[in-house]
């Protein structure tokens, strides 16, 4: 969790599970046959329809595999696509609300890029400076300070959580554990906190520094949560289903999520809503990646920018990039949580994006959906099929 891996010419990133505390073994659920895609339209959508359909199969081949969601946009068209039946015995469709994890991360990096469009924050600000009290310990070597950027882009040296992070809780003891944490006990426990690496160069990914860069948003904008989102996002990608508290009570729209067991798993509200706190269906996913790839935004666009690392692997607003000199860079991120697993991709200069979700968290399930994702676009930018 605390370093990159490193890219072959399909990418597997690391796992970088938002729930520090996940102890993930060998799934026992076996995975049911993909449900037939939507009509096809055209000879060009008929090509990358049948794409998908022959690489998602793949994937639900593999034990515990019994939804895959997922949205893609390329060449101005859209692809929707679901396979599966959730919980419920449902299948799933564009409003089907699952999980989205530590996606959420990127969101908070659009929000810090309207700050700095606005200039109410400057990127390398020393970030104690826009906090109420004092905090010697979040100090870098050479007594250089953590700012923005070290944040957006996991350099700080913050650690992954500092609550709720004991992995011999039951799922029960740690939900109440995230019920309870409120704003108030993450600034205390922030003055305790020691860096795990105090260089401000080394990635180390942190939810700490996402949900910091979040609370400080709050302060700078004097507005909530939900206010900084409706304004600054949800205006720009005219999303209607993404939410960050969301009921569990039988409502047919809403996937369980299931561990590598194959056990139900509980939806997390609250908590780090900054970090990993949203839920979104696969159509608001689309209007979000759409927004990235056709809006001629200024904020949006910044939120692209590499902040950190090399041309080839780098980070911007809470974005890893890849191959950022080249005509097919991407921007991409994953997530999880207790039930779901997700993978999200931009290729901006190629107006291609591309969403996929599942409703089980496996030790590898992070990665396979990454898998999945780049043999997609291969064989649909390539022509194959």
Not at 42 to 47: C, F, G, K, R, V
Not at 124 to 139: A, E, T, V, W
Request: aromatic residues 12%; hydrophobic residues 30%.
């Amino acid at each position: 969790m605390n370093s990159e891996r490193s890219f072959t010419s399909i990418i597997k990133v690391k796992t970088l599970f938002f729930f520090a505390c996940l102890s993930l073994s060998i799934p026992c659920v076996f995975g049911e046959t993909p449900y037939p895609i939507s009509e096809r339209r055209n000879p060009t959508q008929d090509s990358i329809e049948r794409i998908i359909t022959q690489e998602v199969a793949k994937l639900m081949k593999s034990t515990g595999y019994t939804v895959v969601s997922g949205a893609m946009y390329i060449g101005g068209k859209i692809h929707q696509f679901h396979y599966g039946k959730i919980g419920n015995g449902k299948t799933p469709d564009s409003n089907t609300i699952y999980e989205i994890g530590s996606i959420t991360k990127t969101y908070t990096g659009l929000l810090l890029s309207q700050a700095v469009y606005d200039h109410k924050i400057n990127l390398d600000d020393d970030i104690r400076s826009y906090l109420d009290d004092n905090y010697p310990n979040l100090i870098l070597s050479g007594n250089k300070p953590i700012t923005f950027r070290h944040l957006i882009t996991h350099t700080s040296g913050l650690p992954p959580t500092i609550n709720c992070n004991d992995s011999a809780q039951t799922t029960d003891e740690q939900l109440d554990c995230f019920r309870l944490f409120r704003k108030e006990d993450f600034f205390k426990q922030l003055k305790n906190v020691k860096l795990t690496n105090n260089s401000g160069k080394n990635y180390q990914y942190s939810g700490v520094g996402i949900q910091l860069t979040g609370y400080i948003l709050e302060h700078v904008y004097k507005s909530s949560f939900h206010e900084l989102f409706q304004k600054y996002i949800f205006s720009r990608s005219g999303e209607q289903n993404t939410f960050s508290k969301l009921k569990n009570d039988g409502n047919s729209n809403v996937s369980v999520g299931k561990n590598n067991e194959g056990a139900p798993m509980p939806i997390i509200n609250g908590y780090y809503n900054y970090a990993g706190g949203l839920k979104s269906s696969t159509s608001a996913m689309l209007n979000y990646m759409k927004m990235y790839l056709e809006s001629n935004d200024k904020v949006v666009k910044q939120a692209m920018d590499r902040l950190a690392g090399d041309v080839q692997y780098g980070r911007a607003y809470a974005w890893n990039t890849y191959n950022y000199d080249k005509e097919n860079k991407m921007l991409y991120h994953n997530g999880g949580t207790f039930g779901h697993s997700s993978w999200i991709a931009l290729y901006p200069d190629q107006k291609i994006g591309i969403f996929i979700v599942t409703n089980i968290v496996t030790a590898d399930s992070q990665s396979k959906l990454n898998e999945l994702s780049n043999s997609i676009i291969s064989k649909s930018t390539n022509g194959s099929n």
